[in-house]
T-cell receptor, first 110, second 112 residues
Framework: GENVEQHPSTLSVQEGDSAVIKCTYS??????FPWYKQELGKRPQLIID?????GEKKDQRIAVTLNKTAKHFSLHITETQPEDSAVYFC?????????FGAGTTVTVRA | SQTIHQWPATLVQPVGSPLSLECTVE??????LYWYRQAAGRGLQLLFY??????ISSEVPQNLSASRPQDRQFILSSKKLLLSDSGFYLC???????????FGEGSRLTVL
């Protein structure tokens, strides 16, 4: 099955700085790569996604890049704000079955 | 619009007791349905998924089982809970053809 690795496991950034989370996947057949944000005690919610026919996607302060050859994708958050503090999960999907990374706990310091 | 309901929200069960978590989806038909588990401070582990009534695929061998008696109903069960079954259980659905995976609000299970 698909194996998704996510790094780092924790990330502390100063407010206003950028945060980058990286993921690798094992199965080259994966074709959909979403990122989810989970606040404490709540359900994960989609923040951005990218499909395998696209190399980069941006939505305001959030961007995702995908390198299919290297089988890795990254989440970039610019101008971080306190409300960006949460756990972020990457995922890779084959046939609508999502495998998640272990998560990155992001803390934005005021 | 589509919504997903999951219950109970929290439960505390003794070791060896049975379990039943239920999930229903409204506003769509024939969705793919999923059960994930999240241990404390850990990632999301796929337990079961279903592409249709009575069709269940198991991802991890364990003492849990799942059933889909109706198109929009997904049930997670256990006959005898273990301490290691404690965690945050999330039901999720996705519309066939791809797109966003929507999660329910989750059920927090503590096995004592």
């Amino acid at each position: 099955g698909e194996n998704v690795e996510q790094h780092p496991s924790t990330l502390s950034v100063q407010e206003g700085d950028s945060a980058v989370i990286k993921c690798t996947y094992s199965d080259s057949a994966s074709n959909y790569f979403p990122w989810y944000k989970q606040e404490l005690g709540k359900r994960p919610q989609l923040i951005i996604d990218i499909r395998s026919n696209v190399g980069e996607k941006k939505d305001q302060r959030i961007a995702v890049t995908l390198n299919k050859t290297a089988k890795h994708f990254s989440l970039h958050i610019t101008e971080t704000q306190p409300e960006d503090s949460a756990v972020y999960f990457c995922a890779a999907s084959i046939d609508y079955k999502l495998s998640f990374g272990a998560g990155t706990t992001v803390t934005v310091r005021a | 619009s589509q919504t997903i309901h999951q219950w109970p929200a929290t439960l505390v069960q003794p070791v060896g007791s049975p379990l039943s978590l239920e999930c229903t989806v409204e506003g769509t038909s024939n969705p793919n349905l999923y059960w994930y588990r999240q241990a404390a401070g850990r990632g999301l582990q796929l337990l079961f998924y279903s592409v249709g009534i009575g069709q269940i695929s198991s991802e991890v061998p364990q003492n849990l089982s799942a059933s889909r008696p109706q198109d929009r109903q997904f049930i997670l069960s256990s006959k005898k809970l273990l301490l290691s079954d404690s965690g945050f259980y999330l039901c999720a659905w996705i519309i066939k053809g791809g797109g966003e995976l929507f999660f329910g609000e989750g059920s927090r299970l503590t096995v004592l």
